[in-house]
């Protein structure tokens, strides 16, 4: 048996999450974000799913738009930071990319290129978030310079939302009256929703929405799963038992010995760990899923194993599936669990599985397919 981590992902799930966050657009148009290698699923993957219904996809850079371009990928896409560089700018014409701008230095690049193919902006408009973006003052002047370049064609409003994971949270509001003001001013189109805008602020959907966890089956509010919101899991994140042992009272579990037998028990080691992108912080308590039971994680996360309490299975055994997220066990729980979000989770399972190695992607019924 080869080292039984898998990475599932169902992509009917993919496909019914993009529904209904169409349900939830209403006539909005919707970019579907894929950044960070389609929130650790596999970019191209993601986008080849999505791609049939979605009006753009939003990236962060452009080698990830590059990727979509060369894997046949036509619809248009969204650099989302913009460009980086000075040399970046003539890739967007060429390739069919959109870029935001949200600082001055990134006219500056744009007065000193000569142009060719035009590209679309959008303008980042800082309504309240203080990260990336304009403040609202500012449109006029950006607008006009950005309308004075000839390789400039259409140009479109953005702003990101601080707080809309918080239902409660008044500066949602604030922020959208604030970009409607300048939507108003200018006549231009707008996009302001993320997730959770799209699914919990309906006069934030404008006339771009762009969702991102949502897609991928994870709710974005706090003590809530994707399945509260009409949403299925896409990511089943698998591995086996590799190890079961009895451990008589007193026995001190794992590194630093931080967890100690209660009595006389079955111990399980299960083939993950923080190299593969499990949560170091998951603490005793954790769930995983094993035969349809919740166990918990005892001790501390190693690199490559965790080891878990069996007294709810006293029956398992070497090989035995256990399921680390996915379908029967939330990624939402197991971030909370480890003092995380769902977000991270996901991401952090991608680099080392892109590179081929500890968790092998599987694609359809192959999940279970285990290398001789
Ligand atoms: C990542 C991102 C999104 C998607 O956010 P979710 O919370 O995953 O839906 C939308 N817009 C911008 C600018 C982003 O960077």
Request: glycine residues 12%; hydrophobic residues 45%; contains cysteine.
């Amino acid at each position: 048996m080869s080292r039984p981590l898998r990475m599932h992902i169902d992509e009917a799930a993919l496909r019914h999450n993009l529904r209904r966050a169409r349900q939830a657009a209403g006539d909005s148009r919707l970019m579907a974000v894929v950044k960070a290698n389609g929130y650790g699923h596999g970019l191209v993957r993601v986008a080849r799913v999505l791609a049939p219904d979605v009006d753009a996809f939003g990236v962060a850079s452009l080698d990830e738009a590059r990727s979509l371009r060369e894997a046949g990928i036509r619809r248009p896409l969204c650099l989302l930071e913009g460009v980086f560089a000075p040399e970046e700018l003539a890739a967007l014409g060429p390739l069919g990319l959109q870029a935001v701008f949200h600082q001055d230095i990134q006219l500056d690049w744009l007065d000193g290129f000569s142009g060719g193919t035009p590209f679309d902006a959008w303008i980042k408009i800082d309504t309240g978030m203080h990260r990336l973006g304009f403040p609202p003052q500012r449109l006029p002047a950006v607008l006009r310079r950005l309308r004075a370049h000839p390789a400039v064609g259409e140009i479109r409003l953005m702003s990101h939302l601080a707080c809309a994971d918080d239902r409660s949270d008044p500066a949602t509001a604030a922020q959208l009256a604030a970009f409607r003001a300048c939507l108003a001013d200018t006549g231009l189109e707008g996009s302001l929703a993320n997730s959770a805008g799209l699914l919990g602020w309906p006069g934030a959907r404008l006339d771009w929405v762009r969702p991102g966890l949502m897609l991928y089956g994870a709710s974005p509010f706090a003590g809530e799963t994707g399945a509260q919101q009409g949403l299925r899991p896409v990511m089943q994140l698998d591995s086996a038992l590799i190890a079961v042992s009895r451990q008589p009272a007193g026995a001190r579990i794992g590194y630093g010995g931080s967890w100690t037998c209660p009595e006389d028990m079955p111990v399980g080691v299960v083939a993950v760990g923080y190299g593969d992108g499990y949560p170091r912080h998951a603490p005793t308590g954790t769930p995983v899923l094993l035969d349809g039971a919740e166990l918990p994680l005892i001790g501390r996360v190693s690199m490559d194993m965790i080891c878990v309490d069996l007294r709810a299975r006293p029956g398992a055994r070497v090989g035995d599936p256990v399921r680390l997220w996915g379908e029967g066990l939330p990624v939402e729980r197991v971030a909370a669990a480890a003092g995380t979000l769902a977000y991270e989770l996901l991401c952090h399972v991608g680099p080392r599985r892109l590179e081929g190695e500890a968790v092998r992607a599987c694609s359809g019924g192959d999940s279970v397919r285990r290398a001789e």
